[in-house]
């Protein structure tokens, strides 16, 4: 079975400061893991994809993830926030039939 | 490169009515999958077409249905509309490269409104 626990649905950070936002699965295979961001009214896109090449892996907008297998995390970092980056941001896992299962959500705040 | 294509991206319907929404994948992208997402329930699979074949099936009634056409697009229908199923949908395509590790490309969505 596959699931993912983002563990905090909201997070506020000040701009310029770093951001975390943590996310644990489960799966009975090695995955595939991603995050997704979603800005208001507007339809996902891929941030950052883990597929058992480099554990530490690099998206776009500055953003980069950590796979760690003992902890089963893929938590997301980005050391400067933009005022850009608030939109919601979804952690998710993949089976090998290609359906995708969804965190439930990080809803990311940037304070001027 | 065209990117995943919704059609319609607005949409308001009665309760009873049925409904039918299109999606049109990235060229070469040969699996669609379907999600609907609400406020209240996040993120849904409701399900996955490959070569015009529904492989995996989220738990959703069997109001939902949807298909897959030899070019890759795909529809979904909702039948009987209630109250609950006002949401955004959002269709997805990929490579669905063997092993399955390859990323989604989601499109903008259709707003459904059920009044």
């Known amino acids: 079975a596959q699931s993912v626990t983002q563990l905090d649905s909201h997070v506020s950070v000040s701009e310029g400061t770093p951001v975390l936002l943590r996310c644990n699965y489960s799966?009975?295979?090695?995955?595939?893991l991603f995050w997704y961001v979603q800005h208001p009214n507007k339809g996902l896109q891929l941030l950052l994809k883990?597929?058992?090449?480099?554990?530490l892996v690099k998206g776009i907008n500055g953003f980069e993830a950590e796979f760690k297998k003992s902890e089963t995390s893929f938590h997301l970092t980005k050391p400067s926030a933009h005022m850009s980056d608030a939109a919601e941001y979804f952690c998710?896992?993949?089976?090998?039939?290609?359906?995708?299962?969804f965190g439930t959500g990080t809803s990311l705040t940037v304070i001027p | 490169k065209a990117g995943v294509t919704q059609t319609p991206r607005y949409l308001i319907k009665t309760r009873g009515q049925q409904v039918t929404l299109s999606c049109s994948p990235i060229s070469g992208h040969r699996s669609v999958s379907w999600y609907q997402q609400t406020p209240g329930q996040g993120l849904q699979f409701l399900f996955e077409y490959f070569s015009e074949t529904q492989r995996n099936k989220g738990n959703f009634p069997g109001r939902f249905s949807g298909r897959q056409f030899s070019n890759s697009r795909s529809e979904m229908n909702v039948s009987t509309l209630e109250l609950g199923d006002s949401a955004l949908y959002l269709c997805?395509?990929?490579?669905?490269?063997?092993?399955?590790?390859?990323?989604?490309?989601f499109g903008q969505g259709t707003r459904l409104t059920v009044v």
């Open positions: 799966s009975s295979y090695s995955p595939s």
């Open positions: 997805a395509s990929s490579l669905a490269l063997q092993g399955g590790y390859t990323e989604a490309f």
């Open positions: 883990y597929t058992s090449a480099a554990t």
């Open positions: 998710v896992v993949s089976n090998t039939g290609n359906q995708f299962y």
